[in-house]
């Protein structure tokens, strides 16, 4: 392949729209096409690069190696050709193209949260911006925007990367639940030993720290994203955390109790995250405009000086690592 026409974008698009869907029958409501259609779009890509892409067929759905370099590099190839899209914008003076936005999952729930009136305000202006509002686990949202396939990623992760702008937002409070349906429910007091006795469930990408907080060595159930963990937790087989946000109105109806608020309950600090390194096109920068002019303002100290935003404090007390 010389050059890359039109006609090469598409059948590269729906090439990755078939990965993104984990196979050919998955992707055909997305792209309104046959199963028969799609495998002769990716046969014609494949006989336009030159290299086998997949393996489609009774067995399942399977990248080969050199398909799976072609889905990287064409994920750059189409942030490169959005990025194009907007600077030309740019010159006509309106905002337009597409704006690809991460979040973790079970925020809206947070009157601390941003998001949903930074997106009231950006849709206040005049544009023609279509936004991409993708939810997955932060490792996912990190590798996304190291990427190009997201602009940018709000949530609470797990270490600053040196190739990552990382803009502290706000707290979440999170705190350790049990469910009316399990016998700790009932108890008092309870210890921290009856935990140690109880099935546990962590997030996956935050097992480490879940553990270490528990004094736990090994989890009975893994999970990616928060809403699985409430079905564990409610289940009364399983003990975990959840935003307390998230958890309210279960604690309202009696259907879940916080566990050891002042020995495990902690504060998870969210943060927004960019690529280092060049500019932003102009609808990357008014949307972080309008999330930074949405944050609660610092308030004044005593003494006429700012308050600094506190730095992963948890609820009741200090813990020397570990966020949502």
Known sequence: MKRVSDADLRLLRIFADVVRCKGLSAAQVELNLSVSSISCYIAALEQRLGVRLCNRGRSG????????????????????????AMKASEVR?????????????????DGNAPMTQALRRFNGREHDVRVELSIAPPADLQRRVLDGQLHLAIACFPADMSSLETVPLYDEANCFYCSRRHPLFEKDPVSLDDIHDARVVARSYWRGADLLRLGVHCEAASVDIMEAQAMLILSGAYLGYLPEHYAAHWVAEGRLKCLLPGELSYVAAFSMISRRGAAPPAIVRQFIDDLQAVLPKPRAAADGGQRQRPALQPVCQTLASGER
């Open 61 to 84: 759905f399977a990248l080969t190696e050199k398909g799976e370099i072609i889905h990287r590099e064409a994920q750059r190839l189409f942030a490169v050709v959005d990025e194009f």
């Open 93 to 109: 003076g309106r905002l337009s193209g597409t704006l690809r936005i991460g979040h973790v999952d079970c925020t809206v729930s």
